[in-house]
Each structure stands twice: as C-alpha cells, then as structure tokens.
C-alpha cells in the first residue's frame, strides 16, 4: 500500500515556470501536496528541511543540474523514488539517469495522466520496498530462528539466530535439507507425521531434540507452516524455532526435586497432607494413604478434608480451618478421624497457614495417631481411680472455695457501688418528697377556697344577697393563685409517676444483678438486658468521668448463667471508668459497648479511651491477685474472675487489645448452645 495521501509530499523542480506550475497543479489535483524549486540548489535544501515522498526532478538546469542532484541523493541515502525528467529524448541521458536510480524518465510535455500513473506507481514501489526492507530487519533481528525451504525441505534462507544457535552459518545451511540438524532421538514414524501435516497444509507445532555444529544437543520448540502461491499449492515451508534447552533443564531439575521431596516425605514416621482453602486435599505421603486407606487414584480425583474426620468432629472442624486461615490460635487439636472404609480413630492434628506472596492458600500439618496412646490412658484410669477420686473430692472444695471467692468479689463489688445506688435512689426520693410538700400546700388551698364555696351556696339557699361574697372569693382565688396550682397539679403527679418509675427501674436492676442461680445452672439470657441493668448499677461510678455510647444488635437468647455475665460486665465498666478516671482529664471520656453475633456465638466488646494498658502488664491481666491499682482499691481478682467466668464456666473467650489510637477493647464471646449439653 502506498503512503496516505494526505500525508505524501511531493517536490517539482523545474527552472520553467510555467511547467512548475502546470506539474504542481497536476500533482495537488492527485490530491498530493507539492513544493516547488526552480534549481537544484533549493532543491536540496527543501530536501534537507522538509520531509519529501517524491521528487519531479528536471534534468537540465542552472547551478546543479538533475543528475547531480541524483548524485547528491544517492550519496547521502535519500530513501524517495525520483522522477527524471527532460526536454531531451537523448536515449544515453536516460540510461545514465536510470543506472544512477532514477524510478522513471518521462520527456517533456509529460502527459497528465501518465504522469498521475507514475507517480502512484512510484509511492506504491516505494512503500514496497520500505515494507520488505522492515520485514527483512524483523527476520533478521529475531530472536527465534527462522528457517525458509522449498517444498522438498531445501533450505533457501536462515536468520542469523538460526546461526546462533545451531553454529551453522547461512552459507553453510543454503541448499542443504534439513535432516542434517536432527539427533537420532526421534524415530522416523515422528518425522513422517510431521511431513504429513505440513504437507496437507495445516500447522505443526511441537518439540525437536536438534544436534548443533559442535556435536551438542538442543531442545526447539518449533512452528512450521506451509505456503502457498496463487495457485494454492505449496511453494514453500516456513519454520518459526525457540530455543528451549534452559526451560527442558529446569523442568527437569523441578521433575528431580518433587521426586526427591516426595521420597523424603514417604520416609517421615507421621502422616502429612497439605490442602487448599477450599479444604481440597491436595497432598500427603505415602504413610497418609496407609493410615486413612486411600489410594493416589482417590486423590486425584478429589478428596475433601472433611471426609476424614468422623462427622460429629466436621463442623469444628471447618470452624478451626477457618480460624487457621485467620491467624486466629486453636485450642484443641484432637478428633475422631475417619478412614474410607468408615472406620474411627483417635487423631492429634498439627497445622500451620501455607502463605503464598503474603496471603494464605492453604494449610499443611501432621496427623498422629493416638489410638495407642488413648489405650494407655484408659489403663491409666483405671489404675488411678482411687487417686482420681481423691483429686475430685479436691476439686470440689477447690471449687467451693472458688464459688466463695466469686461470691465475695460480687459482693465487695456490690459494697463498692451501695453509695453510689443509695445516691442513685435518693435523687428520685428526694424529688418525691418535695412534690407531696407542694401538693399538701396547694390541697390546703383549694380546701380553703371549697370552703368558700360551700358558704355562698348556703346564702344562695337563705336568698341573700352574694355580689359582697363573690368579689371576696374572687379576691382569695386570685390571692392564693388557685389558676397556677390547678395548672401545675398534672405535672407534679407526671414528675412523680418519673421519680417512682427511676426507682422502680433502679430495684428491678438490683435484684436482677443480685439474683442468684446455682452456680453451674443456665438460663437463656439476653444479654443486651443484662448490660442494660449493670449500666444502672454501675451509672454512679461512669456518670461524672464517661459518655456511655451503646450499639446493640438484636441478639438470640444465650444460655447462660446471667448473674456471672453481668458481674463481667460490671467488672469492664468499673474497670473502664477508673482507667479514664486515673487520667484526670478535664473533660468526659467515652466508653462504648456494642453487641452483635455470627454462626456460633454472641459477642460483647467494651471499649474505652483511657489511657490502654502497657504490654508487660497484659501478660498478667488474668492472673489472680495481680492488680496495678493502689492497695485498698482493688483485689486483683476482678479480670481472672471475668477470665473463669468466661472461658471456664461457659465454653467462651474473652480477649483484650489497645488499638494504635488509644484505649482499651475486652471482647467477650458466648457460643450460641450450651457446650455442657453438647
């Protein structure tokens, strides 16, 4: 294709006017630009100024005529076709003109149209040219081999990578078949499969073992396509060959070392296995088969993780491998594993996440079967039952004293806010009492007033005259205010009915919180309820140092024992209250509680903006006896209580952080059922 033609340049020089100016008209008409010169001097400098696709070039002119301006060009590697022409019919000038690379000569006049035809014939021969001279630069700066032969396999052209990689020269390859490249590795029935292929027409792809000049073997990944001519027959074949000796060795090596890691995974003494997050197992060894009774076969075709456990394990399961891929510590590693055939068995399973540019993919552990392990424990049992009982009657009074230490906690915890209550239920008293004051002063009046009333009515039944008493009544009404006291009676009885409901509200959360069931005893609870009523226990400690910001979800009834969770509760908001309180800031600080739950449990988590808890000293938040505070303001029972309460008598967990921020999160979690009862 030849140049847009919006874009091609064409240069007229000629020392005539009037045929500069005919051939410009001649050439824009064609719809090409033109520039015009009238001698070969400014000819050459629009050539060096302006990019120009064709030159009209006269062959006779002052300065420098047309052949040493061809001579110029020629020297100085103008890539343009060049148009000659002349006057003169003059048979050697032509020759001359066309031996130094003229296109074309045309005598003057030159005809319009053959001239258009020139013209477009040269831009067409020139984009030819440029286009062969880019394809034989891509060849040729190719970094795959190119190999070009006849229809019998005769090589007739090779790129220098060809060269490069099997030693041969061009010189060399030209004229030879291609059979001296092969290494004897493949039979004869591989080169007539592939001589079939190309031969019918389509593409063959795949790989050679070739041999280079110097004897070594090498590996190609080839392409060889047929091509033909107009007729559709196969003219020649086209091989397109990389160089893929390094890739074959690294194959080779990464072949060697899955063989290798796989021989020492089949000597480990435990099983192994590895899966995905989809819990697919996708790996373990030879003793993993053996133990569960599976075969490779059954896991190329799929096994999932869940299938080896028994299935009242596999929703605990699936909950740690999620908790694994989380980063989230898992407490118990023991199940019931399951083989194929169905049969259970005791397991002790070790597992860590398989990160993999940062992010979890999987995860891989061992399994241990524990079978041999249980049976001595069982033995063991049996042989310890005396000092077992021993150990369970210990136990029990441990625990008594336990339920004695919580008690008194509870109650020193009671003892530490009955100010703050008694303050709580003396406000709303107070305000009672000053209402009935008001009252029996206002009843006093509008007894006194009734009594006047009923005076006037006896002096209306004698037939007296009433317009002295009625202006005296009057005059009391307005005196004693009585509008004012009638008015304000509603709102005294309406401020009265909020004071009994505050203390109402206030005695309910008392014997809510001070209610006790057995201590082993659960009862579905809302828990929303219980922060609630310990909001108002605890209202007197927060009230003068926090903002007390509340979310709560709407949560399912949780079993559990409510007088131990709202002590927890209890436990967090003084605790809270007392770290903002310590700061001594001038204004509120803010805790906030917030409620929600997920598949298995129900979840509390009370925040603060105090002043956190150093890191040495969360190491030993849960320990019994251990406290920061000054002596006399604490026990250093309050958080390994909540800690027991928590973890130990309802299965659940309680976690503490202080954010980057500031502060301090406890987040307490309840499963949803009753692990006693599971």
Known sequence: MSPAEDTVTVLVVDDSDAIRLMT??????????????????????????????????????PKKNGLEVLSYIREKNYMLPVIMISGSSDLAEAVECLRMGAYEFLIKPVDPDR???????????QSLRQKIKLLSAAMAQSPLSVIITDPDGIIEYVNPSFTTFSGYTAEEANGRKTNFLTSGRHTSKFYSKLWKTISSGKIWEG?????????????????????????????????????????KKEQEALAESERRFQELADLLPQPIFECDTAGVVTYTNRLGLELFGYSKEDMEKGVQTLELYAPKDRERVLHNLGC????????????????????????????????????PVGVRGIVLDITERRQIEEKLLQLNQTLEQKVEERTRALEKTHQQMVLQEKLASIGQLAAGLAHELNNPINFVRMNFATLQEDIADLQQILGSYREILQKI???????????????????????AILGEIPDIFSESKNGFDRIATIIESMRNFSFRHADN??????????????????????????????????????????????????????????????QKRSSKGKITIRTWHDGLNVYCSISDDGPGIPENVMRHIFEPFYTTKDPGKGTGLGLSISYDIVVQKHHGEIDVSCPPEGGTVFTIGLPKKNMNNL
């Open 24 to 61: 410009s008209r001649i050439v824009e008409k064609l719809g090409y630009k033109s520039l015009s010169a009238s001698d070969g001097e400014s000819c050459l400098d629009l050539l060096r100024d302006h990019r120009i696709d064709l030159l009209l070039l006269d062959v006779r002119m």
């Open 207 to 247: 790989e050679f073992i070739n041999r280079k000049k110097n004897g070594e073997l090498f590996w190609e990944y080839a392409t060889i396509s047929p091509i033909t001519d107009q007729t559709g027959r196969i003219s020649h074949y086209l091989a397109i060959k990389q160089d893929i000796t390094q890739r």
């Open 521 to 582: 005893q659960k009862v579905l609870s809302d828990i929303n309820k219980g922060v609630r009523d310990t909001l108002i226990i605890a209202r007197n400690e927060y009230r003068y140092v926090s903002e007390i910001d509340t979310f709560f979800d709407d949560l399912p009834p949780v079993p559990c024992n409510p007088e131990q969770i709202n002590q927890v509760f209890l436990n967090l908001i003084i605790n809270s209250a007392q770290a903002i309180a310590s």
């Open 115 to 125: 001239l258009a035809v020139t013209i477009k014939n040269a831009l067409n021969a």
């Open 461 to 483: 039944d004698k037939g007296r005259d009433l317009s002295t008493d009625l202006m005296l009544i009057r005059e009391k009404e307005k005196s004693l205010s009585i509008d």
């Open 324 to 359: 694994r891929l989380r980063g989230i510590p898992i407490e118990n590693h023991e199940y019931t594993g399951q083989k194929k055939d169905g049969t259970t068995f005791p397991i002790l399973v070790y597992s860590a996440t398989v990160f993999r540019e940062g992010k």
